[in-house]
């Protein structure tokens, strides 16, 4: 199962040091980076994560507030 993120930052720098710094709090929730993409004509991040415990990942999208702006989370599995 993946996890694809949306994340609305008007900060990109600022928040790509705050991502990079929850590191190991995403991989203790079960959660492994595949690819991290910017937007490029708006102030957006996308981030496809693998997901290995489905109710971790759940529980950390609900405690996590350093995304700096609206959040659209997607659970996917391959077809």
Not at 11 to 22: A, F, Q, R
Not at 40 to 57: I, Q, R, S, T, Y
Request: glycine letters at 8%; aromatic letters at 10%.
């Amino acid at each position: 199962m993946q996890l694809l993120l949306q994340i609305d930052t008007p900060d990109y720098e600022g928040w790509k040091s705050s991502w990079d710094d929850g590191a190991e709090d995403r991989a203790n929730s079960g959660l492994t980076q595949l690819q991290l993409w910017r937007a490029v004509d708006h102030g957006a991040a996308f981030a496809l994560m693998e997901v290995h415990n489905p109710a971790h990942a759940k529980a950390w999208l609900e405690k996590e507030t350093a995304f700096g702006g609206a959040t659209t989370a997607t659970f996917l599995r391959t077809a």
